[in-house]
């Protein structure tokens, strides 16, 4: 049972030892033939530059207040997200159907005087009528049918 426990004891005193040197090991940087640069932890050659490389341990109240900062920030821009208006008022949507409603009737009227009338007239910059011809006049049309279909829902 002794021998148990000092072979133990010798264990974890060589685990350790072996692990406190290989977080504390040298690194190794050569050049090999073809001019390709290698780093390892054995030198390889005689020409194998030894590295001095240092490293501090890691502060954890620094990475975990730089983690809290950032969790802190997307959850206020989420409910930045969520506080912001989804679209326009109820009023406003009332008011934009209206207009549309109006401007549908206004254009219905319109597309039914094209349609109905033979002679279809513009008026020129002197207030005079100008009587369009048939081309102008299916050109109108058209256009008339196409404003009714923008402002049919």
Same mark, same amino acid.
């Given at each position: ?83 912001? @208006?989804?679209?326009?008022? @109820? ?6 159907? *209206? ?24 008026? *020129? ?27 049919? *829902?």
């Amino acid at each position: 049972m002794r021998n148990r426990a000092i072979a133990i004891v010798t264990t974890t005193l060589l685990a350790l030892f072996v692990g406190g040197s290989a977080l504390a090991g040298e690194i190794y940087k050569w050049t090999d033939a073809e001019g390709n640069v290698h780093y390892g932890d054995v030198p390889v050659s005689a020409q194998s530059e030894r590295l001095s490389i240092t490293s501090k341990p890691t502060n954890t109240a620094r990475v975990q207040a730089t983690t809290q900062a950032r969790v802190d920030a997307r959850e206020q821009e989420r409910q930045d997200a969520a506080n912001l @208006p989804d679209g326009p008022s @109820p009023a406003e949507l009332r008011a934009e159907a *209206d207009e549309r409603a109006k401007q549908f009737t206004k254009h219905r009227v319109q597309l039914q005087k094209f349609l109905t009338n033979r002679r279809i007239y513009r008026e *020129d910059e002197n207030g005079e009528r100008v009587y369009m011809d048939e081309a102008e006049m299916m050109a109108t049309r058209e256009q008339a049918v196409s404003q009714v279909e923008e402002y049919c *829902d």
